[in-house]
């Protein structure tokens, strides 16, 4: 999948400092299949041009990343590509609540916002590819990412997340 790009070795990783979450991802399924100690990973600034970058990968996230013009490169979804690996579905973002704030407090203004933001019909620009429920399938890979991150040191092992139920998967049952 990444050791070479066509003849040549990847040396050089441009990654888009957007989301450290797909960088992280990134490196998981790299070191599936390089030693990443081969790889120098350089950070870039968004862009809408990937081919225009001297780097062997690049990573894009969100609005640049949907808008590029990947030119020559081959696109590749991590998402996909952590599916096809897992089987599981990949979680990119998720709301975190400090361990002393109370969850009856915060929980219905994050509620309202998910509500708000469905009423209007917000579009995300993925063409349905992320969606916003969390259940049983998404907590397990949630769960098998915190365990590849954290053999590659790009996570704490000590830190276990702890889930309060998710009330809009409870009310779609």
């Known amino acids: 999948m ?7 070795p990847v040396t ?35 862009t809408t041009r990937p081919d225009e970058l001297p780097d062997d990968v690049v990573l894009l996230i969100g609005d640049a990343g949907l808008a590029a013009d990947p030119g020559d490169r081959k696109v590749m979804d991590l998402g996909e590509a952590w599916h096809q690996w897992t089987g599981l579905p990949f979680v990119y973002a998720l709301w975190l609540i400090a361990p002393e704030a109370d969850p009856g407090e915060v929980v219905p203004h994050l509620l309202a916002a998910y509500r708000q933001a469905t009423e209007q019909g917000v579009n995300d620009g ?20 915190h365990i590849e991150a ?10 276990e997340p702890i889930f309060i139920p998710d009330p809009v998967s409870e009310q779609n049952s």
């Open 2 to 8: 990444f050791r070479k790009l066509g003849d040549n």
């Open 12 to 46: 050089t990783i441009g990654i888009d400092e957007a989301s450290e979450t797909s960088v992280a991802l990134l490196k998981i399924l790299l070191a599936r299949e390089m030693d990443l100690a081969d790889v120098q990973f350089r950070r870039i600034e968004p």
């Open 126 to 145: 993925t063409q349905g590819a992320i969606y916003y429920q969390f259940g049983a399938e998404e907590l397990s890979g949630l769960r098998r990412f």
């Open 150 to 159: 954290a053999e590659l040191a790009l996570a704490d092992p000590r830190i």
